[in-house]
């Protein structure tokens, strides 16, 4: 078993994140081998649709923290930013089915996909700043344009978990579902749309991206430099030595000069 499998059928190529243990927290060889799958799928003339979940009951718990300390993001070339741009290049519909746990990038990554269907029991959060961490996926843009700077300043500068309910309302899922209704909704969304002229389809989601694209583009390239020194400095080494001994972080501890930057 792979942390990435995928199945192929009648058009539709199936992606399911599997690290059930870590919640499918997304390492840095994940974000590669997930960036090969999208731009292979994109070359491939049979996968019309991909359809998008994670196993064991939660979709992503974002980046792994460990990971984090092991392969700190560079500001270019880092799997994180290889990914964005496979998402970015990808001409086909992407449908996800999010269920449990959908943090970090588990949030921010959707707005890349065309349809998401949420489980009632959904939590989305997008807890950066918790970590001393920026916005990435380019989603400093996306999600402000879709939500509005007040809302998106909810999100990001508080960083607390929210209702698949809530984010319905501000425009970042599609549809809240019923648990047990998930993959059959997603999946029957993906079989509608696999018997759409594909030439069509590629070109008129090329059309509804069109607009976003460049500043999409250039958010997650600002995203990526800051996000860099960042993810290397004092006050997100406390907040992630926090997390994996389980404990509040204290920012206090972190000298003044190194808070400022
Ligand atoms: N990185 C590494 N490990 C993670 C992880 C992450 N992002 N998210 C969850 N895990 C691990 C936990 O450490 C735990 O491992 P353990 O069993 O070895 O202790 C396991 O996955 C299960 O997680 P747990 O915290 O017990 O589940 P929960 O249902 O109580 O809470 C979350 C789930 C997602 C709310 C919580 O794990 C969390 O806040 N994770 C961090 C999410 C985050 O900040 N992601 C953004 C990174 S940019």
Not at 95 to 111: I, Q, S
Not at 238 to 254: C, D, M, Y
């Amino acid at each position: 078993m792979s942390d990435i499998n995928t199945e192929f059928s009648e058009g539709i190529l199936r992606v399911e994140l599997n690290r059930p243990d870590k919640k499918n927290a997304m390492t840095s060889a994940m974000y590669t081998r997930l960036a090969e799958i999208l731009a292979e799928a994109d070359r491939d003339d049979a996968v019309r649709i991909v359809l998008w979940h994670g196993a064991g009951g939660s979709f992503t718990a974002g980046n792994d923290i460990q990971d984090f300390l092991s392969n700190p993001p560079a500001a270019g070339g880092s799997p994180q930013g290889l990914l964005t741009d496979a998402f970015i290049a990808f001409s086909k519909p992407i449908v996800a089915a999010v269920n449990g746990v959908a943090v970090g990038g588990g949030t921010t990554m959707l707005t890349h996909c065309d349809f998401v269907y949420a489980a009632e029991n959904t939590r989305f959060q997008i807890p950066f700043i918790n970590l001393a961490l920026v916005p990435e996926f380019g989603s400093s843009f996306s999600i402000p344009a879709r939500v509005g700077h007040l809302r998106a300043a909810e999100l990001f500068l508080l960083g607390e978990p929210f209702t698949a309910q809530h984010a319905v309302e501000l425009g970042l899922v599609t549809r809240v579902v019923p648990d047990a209704d998930l993959l059959t909704t997603a999946t029957a969304t993906a079989r509608k749309l696999a018997a759409k002229p594909r030439g069509a389809l590629r070109a008129s989601k090329r059309l509804i991206k069109h607009a976003s694209l460049g500043p999409v583009r250039e958010a997650a390239g600002i995203e990526g430099q800051e996000f860099a020194q960042r993810v290397r400095g004092a006050e997100a080494q406390e907040a992630f030595s926090a997390f994996l001994e389980k404990r509040p972080p204290n920012f206090n501890q972190t000298p003044a000069r190194v808070a400022a930057e």
